[in-house]
């Protein structure tokens, strides 16, 4: 059986994210934008009504609602507000996944209560300067001795790189071999040989601190590998399938947003004497937005209802990703032309959205790598 509407219980953490962003973002969405400061003030208050904890099970002090449906309902709303701000939100549990996914009993004990108390940054550090849409081919290495690994490399375009409490750091075991020798381990902010290099500069989600991490001799605990050595890829690319949704529900919000302000400004502009909304023109570009918007959420939430029946989501999280990213980026883009020449200003928010959009198609997998992904199945006869 197929129904579309919400559970009472998702209903309300949707309401609670959106009066949050509606309150809490939205005023403060270009002063972020415009400081490249990370958000502290309004990621302490979601920290407070619970929009960084729902997600983890109550035995690690969690609101237990550990499904990837609801996380899509959170993250649209947030992204909605802005989409910088949602990811330095929501991206404090990108860490999370994995452990949640590969930790043994022990480092979920550890670990995961520390993502339900306040602000807690986690980072998933897989990216290298080298290797970006070829993970497999990443350089870190990770050298066992004794009880101990060393970890050496460079890790880029890190969300929360060189400021996280806590980091998922991505090395091999065995350089030379690809995904085989990939190994996921966790690793404390303050240890040693770990540190922040080169803070980015953004085109959009300026609101979210992008870095290189540094690893020189850092040494990780035989304890804190996650999963098996050779296992780190899998994990990696399992977490996406939790993820990826998420992303997909996130560039939903950014479009919507953009989408009811070009709405609500065709009504109202007046051109040739009448509302531009009157031109077919205009009403095409908004039917087309209205529509991409609605394929793009059922794509998501199909994806992560996936995921929450325990099914291979593989394929439809990067169908998910790949279409709410490239419809965003259109809609966000139509937005500003619906605008005309007001759109283009920072006055109005619209360019904003534009610019934030772009990185929806690059981060957790370029379009062009989900249709890789996609395509790969497609031909192995999976779907
Ligand atoms: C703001 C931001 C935040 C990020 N956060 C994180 C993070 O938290 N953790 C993390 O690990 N990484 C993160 N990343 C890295 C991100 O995942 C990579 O930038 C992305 O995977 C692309 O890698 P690349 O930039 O090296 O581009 P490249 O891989 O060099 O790609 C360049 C171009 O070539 C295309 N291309 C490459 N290979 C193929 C192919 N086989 N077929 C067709 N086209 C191809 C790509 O689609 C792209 O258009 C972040 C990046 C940014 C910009």
Same mark, same amino acid.
Request: charged share 20%; hydrophobic share 45%.
């Given at each position: 059986m197929i129904d579309f509407r919400l559970t009472e219980e998702q209903e309300r953490i949707r309401r609670l994210a959106h009066e949050f962003a509606e309150r809490e973002i939205r005023p403060v969405a270009a002063h972020y934008d415009e400081t490249e400061e990370m958000p502290w003030p309004v990621m302490e208050k979601a920290a407070r009504v619970g929009l960084t904890s729902f997600q983890y099970p109550e035995e690690y002090g969690g609101g237990g609602m550990t499904s990837a449906l609801v996380a899509c309902l959170v993250a649209e709303e947030l992204a909605w507000g802005c989409l910088g701000i949602a990811t330095a939100i929501a991206g404090a549990g990108l860490a999370a996944v994995p452990i949640m996914l590969a930790g043994t009993p022990e480092q979920k004990a550890r670990y995961l209560p520390r993502f339900c108390n306040g602000v807690y940054? +986690?980072?998933?550090? %897989?990216?290298?300067? =080298?290797? +970006?849409?070829? !993970?497999?081919? &990443?350089?870190?290495t990770a050298v066992r001795q004794g009880d101990r690994y060393i970890l050496n490399g460079q890790k880029r375009f890190i969300t929360h790189g060189g400021i996280a409490d806590l980091y998922v750091i991505f090395a091999t075991v065995a350089p030379g071999t690809g995904h085989r020798g990939?190994?996921?381990?966790?690793?404390?902010?303050?240890?040693?040989? %770990?540190?922040?290099?080169?803070?980015?500069?953004? /085109?959009? /989600?300026?609101?979210?601190?992008?870095?290189? *991490?540094? %690893? =020189?001799?850092?040494e990780v605990p035989v304890e804190n590998r996650l999963g098996e050595e050779g296992q780190g890829f899998y994990i990696a690319m399992q977490s996406f399938e939790h993820t990826r949704p998420m992303v997909a529900a996130m560039a939903v919000g950014v479009a919507r947003a953009a989408y009811e302000y070009a709405l609500q400004? !065709?009504? =109202?502009?007046?051109?040739?004497?009448?509302?531009?909304?009157?031109?077919?023109?205009?009403?095409? &570009?908004?039917?087309? /937005?209205?529509?991409?918007?609605? !394929?793009?959420? &059922? &794509?998501? @939430?199909?994806?992560? @209802?996936?995921?929450?029946q325990g099914m291979p989501a593989n394929v439809t999280a990067s169908m998910a990703k790949a279409f709410a990213a490239d419809a965003a980026m259109r809609i966000t883009t139509d937005a500003v032309q619906i605008?005309?020449?007001?759109?283009?200003?920072? =006055?109005?928010? *619209?360019?904003? @959205?534009?610019?934030?959009?772009?990185? %929806?198609?690059?981060?957790?997998?370029?379009?062009?790598?989900?249709?890789?992904?996609?395509?790969q199945m497609l031909a192995m006869g999976m779907e």
């Amino acid at each position: 059986m197929i129904d579309f509407r919400l559970t009472e219980e998702q209903e309300r953490i949707r309401r609670l994210a959106h009066e949050f962003a509606e309150r809490e973002i939205r005023p403060v969405a270009a002063h972020y934008d415009e400081t490249e400061e990370m958000p502290w003030p309004v990621m302490e208050k979601a920290a407070r009504v619970g929009l960084t904890s729902f997600q983890y099970p109550e035995e690690y002090g969690g609101g237990g609602m550990t499904s990837a449906l609801v996380a899509c309902l959170v993250a649209e709303e947030l992204a909605w507000g802005c989409l910088g701000i949602a990811t330095a939100i929501a991206g404090a549990g990108l860490a999370a996944v994995p452990i949640m996914l590969a930790g043994t009993p022990e480092q979920k004990a550890r670990y995961l209560p520390r993502f339900c108390n306040g602000v807690y940054l +986690g980072s998933f550090a %897989l990216t290298e300067p =080298e290797a +970006g849409s070829d !993970a497999a081919s &990443l350089r870190t290495t990770a050298v066992r001795q004794g009880d101990r690994y060393i970890l050496n490399g460079q890790k880029r375009f890190i969300t929360h790189g060189g400021i996280a409490d806590l980091y998922v750091i991505f090395a091999t075991v065995a350089p030379g071999t690809g995904h085989r020798g990939i190994t996921a381990f966790i690793v404390e902010k303050g240890t040693p040989g %770990l540190s922040a290099g080169k803070k980015e500069k953004k /085109m959009g /989600m300026r609101a979210s601190h992008t870095g290189d *991490v540094i %690893l =020189e001799d850092v040494e990780v605990p035989v304890e804190n590998r996650l999963g098996e050595e050779g296992q780190g890829f899998y994990i990696a690319m399992q977490s996406f399938e939790h993820t990826r949704p998420m992303v997909a529900a996130m560039a939903v919000g950014v479009a919507r947003a953009a989408y009811e302000y070009a709405l609500q400004y !065709a009504r =109202e502009r007046v051109q040739f004497g009448k509302p531009i909304i009157t031109k077919q023109a205009i009403r095409f &570009l908004l039917a087309d /937005m209205a529509t991409e918007i609605d !394929a793009a959420r &059922l &794509l998501a @939430w199909r994806a992560a @209802w996936m995921v929450d029946q325990g099914m291979p989501a593989n394929v439809t999280a990067s169908m998910a990703k790949a279409f709410a990213a490239d419809a965003a980026m259109r809609i966000t883009t139509d937005a500003v032309q619906i605008l005309g020449g007001y759109g283009y200003m920072r =006055e109005y928010p *619209v360019e904003k @959205w534009m610019r934030d959009a772009k990185i %929806l198609q690059i981060v957790e997998g370029t379009s062009q790598i989900q249709r890789v992904v996609i395509s790969q199945m497609l031909a192995m006869g999976m779907e």
